[in-house]
């Protein structure tokens, strides 16, 4: 089993849709958790980063932590087909060595 | 700044042959590290190096790859002998301090390596 599991997509969703993406993580000593978009043939850029659990909100942007559940979202309201990328989300106990998903290809259609 | 920068962003080699890999960090940035993007297990880390020590190789494939980083400005990972199963995108990232938040690990565009 991986230490971070993400559904892969790929997900279609309509220009202003609010889109949901998850993962689900094992490892019991991660504390921060990020989100990571890349676009095609680009390297990964961070999008947002949570400490333990709860909440965090940067405009059209919101990533939820439960570490209870040991489940990460991040949700994309009014989306836009800029936002078309794959998305990766993270883990990390030592806030250095990320363990990444696998990514989730998301479309964005005007 | 430039960001960091990898060479070259295209390689297609034959099996067998020697790969070089090469990345230049963001100024400043005391970590750097390696990462391998395939579709089947996603990106990993591989290496990584603090002041321009090697830190944690775990994530190494194995013996035929090997990193180095001689100075700051400059690390390299190098596939001998490279076969098929090497080809993928490989990353530098680089970030200042722990890479958690406010450290932000930034990523190069890639290596995009094909083993033929």
């Known amino acids: 089993q991986k230490e971070v599991e993400q559904d892969p997509g790929p997900l279609s969703v309509p220009e202003g849709a609010i889109v949901s993406l998850n993962c689900t993580y094992s490892n019991s000593a991660f504390q921060y958790f990020m989100w990571y978009r890349q676009y095609s043939r680009k390297g990964p850029e961070l999008l947002m980063y949570t400490y333990s659990s709860g909440n965090k909100e940067d405009g059209r942007f919101t990533a939820q932590v439960d570490k209870s559940s040991k489940y990460i979202s991040l949700f994309i309201r009014d989306s836009q087909p800029s936002d078309s990328a794959t998305y990766l989300c993270?883990?990390?106990?030592?806030?250095?060595?990320?363990?990444f998903g696998s990514g989730t290809q998301l479309t964005v259609l005007p | 700044d430039a960001g960091v920068i990898q060479s070259p962003r295209h390689e297609v080699t034959e099996m067998g042959q020697e790969v070089t890999l090469r990345c230049k960090p963001i100024?400043?940035?005391?970590?750097l590290f390696w990462y391998r993007q395939t579709m089947m297990r996603g990106l990993e880390l591989l290496i990584y190096?603090?002041?321009?020590?090697?830190?944690?190789d775990s994530g190494m494939p194995e013996d035929r790859f090997s990193a180095k980083m001689p100075n700051a400005s400059f690390s390299t990972l190098k596939i001998q002998p490279s076969e098929p199963r090497d080809s993928a995108v490989y990353f530098c990232?680089?970030?200042?301090?722990?890479?958690?938040?406010?450290?932000?690990?930034?990523f190069g565009e890639g290596s995009w390596l094909t083993v033929v």
């Open positions: 190096f603090n002041n321009n020590v090697p830190i944690d």
């Open positions: 100024s400043g940035h005391d970590y």
């Open positions: 990232a680089s970030s200042l301090g722990t890479g958690g938040p406010g450290n932000t690990i930034y």
């Open positions: 993270a883990g990390s106990g030592s806030a250095r060595q990320l363990t």
